[in-house]
């Protein structure tokens, strides 16, 4: 009885083992990272910007990113594009609320792998003082490693949601700044 008692312990203590040595954590790399928007404006061309503050941590236990664990954290007055004027409306009490909501958020839910290195990725998005889940596409494009040895992978993000379910520019009509934006990012993580 003792050593079967002996041979489970040493099972259980070999399979935390084996767990803990698959778990990993990811941080984004910001100086090769984008995370980025597209909003049509007048029907007629699209305004793009990004946001220049941000943090991504990824935390995985498998050899993929399936069932990993995703939170991002985006500094609201970060937003950026192009034109310091509409930058300054956009992060007024009009459009982001910079002030009162300073930041933006994500934390999975659920990553799964689909086919060809692409992942279905759950989640929740926190922004302007509105909580709704989102799904995004995640695909792998790839990893290498770095001059440094550091392991590196990169990533790429997209989903559509709706400005009008954050009560984002609610006085700006839909014929002006369409109500879809397009959200899409390229990071690429360093494996810490």
Not at 132 to 158: D, P
């Amino acid at each position: 009885m003792k050593k079967i008692k002996f041979l489970f312990s040493l099972f259980v203590f070999c399979s935390f083992i084996s767990l803990s040595q698959n778990t990993a954590s990811w941080t984004a790399d910001v100086s090769h990272s984008n995370v980025g928007f597209k909003v049509s404006h007048k029907a007629i061309s699209n305004t793009i910007g990004d946001f220049r503050d941000f943090d991504l941590t990824i935390t995985t236990s498998n050899d993929n990113f399936e069932g990993a664990d995703i939170n991002m954290v985006i500094e609201t007055a970060s937003i950026n594009t192009a034109n310091s004027s509409r930058d300054d409306h956009l992060r007024s009490e009009d459009f982001f609320d910079a002030k009162r909501f300073p930041q933006i958020t994500f934390t999975s839910s659920s990553v799964v792998l689909n086919k060809d290195n692409t992942y279905d990725v759950k989640g929740i998005l926190s922004m302007h003082g509105e909580k709704k889940e989102l799904m995004l596409s995640m695909t792998h494009n790839g990893s290498t490693t770095a001059r440094n040895g550091s392991e590196l992978a990169g990533l790429y993000f997209s989903t559509i949601f709706s400005r009008s379910d954050f009560k984002i520019g609610e006085d700006m009509p839909t014929s002006v700044v369409a109500d879809d934006i397009l959200l899409n990012a390229e990071i690429e993580i360093i494996k810490q």
